[in-house]
Nanobody, 122 residues
Framework: QVQLVESGGGFVQAGGSLRLSCAVSGHTVSSYVMGWFRQAPGKEREFVAALARTGGNVYYSESMKGRFTVSRDGVRGTVFLQMDSLKPDDPAVYYC???????????????WGQGTQVTVSS
């Protein structure tokens, strides 16, 4: 059984940084495509970034490109989302997810964590 547990959310001022972590158990971090989504109140779950199983290819939503960086530590079984230059419209619950293939549609992803709240003050 794949389990994903996020941590690292919190409160930060606009322009600041946070690093989210996703602890992966039940499979290795290279067995699935690993991704991050976010969901703000009243909005649909939105694709943030994804990391291919092998080869290091990464994919970002256009609005996050250049500010967010996704990476993994295979030894620790953890996926990270480094978020820099946070903006007032970035607050949301951020979710870690795993899938068999990369897609921006949340419904196609197979496994989800419980989410971690990110709050940005202006």
């Amino acid at each position: 059984q794949v389990q994903l547990v996020e941590s690292g959310g919190g409160f930060v001022q606009a322009g600041g940084s946070l690093r989210l972590s996703c602890a992966v158990s039940g499979h290795t971090v290279s067995s699935y495509v690993m991704g991050w989504f976010r969901q703000a109140p009243g909005k649909e779950r939105e694709f943030v970034a994804a990391l291919a199983r092998t080869g290091g290819n990464v994919y970002y939503s256009e609005s996050m490109k250049g500010r967010f960086t996704v990476s993994r530590d295979g030894v620790r079984g953890t996926v990270f989302l480094q978020m820099d230059s946070l903006k007032p419209d970035d607050p949301a619950v951020y979710y870690c997810a795993a899938a068999s293939a990369i897609a921006q549609e949340a419904t196609t992803w197979d496994y989800w964590g419980q989410g971690t709240q990110v709050t940005v003050s202006s």
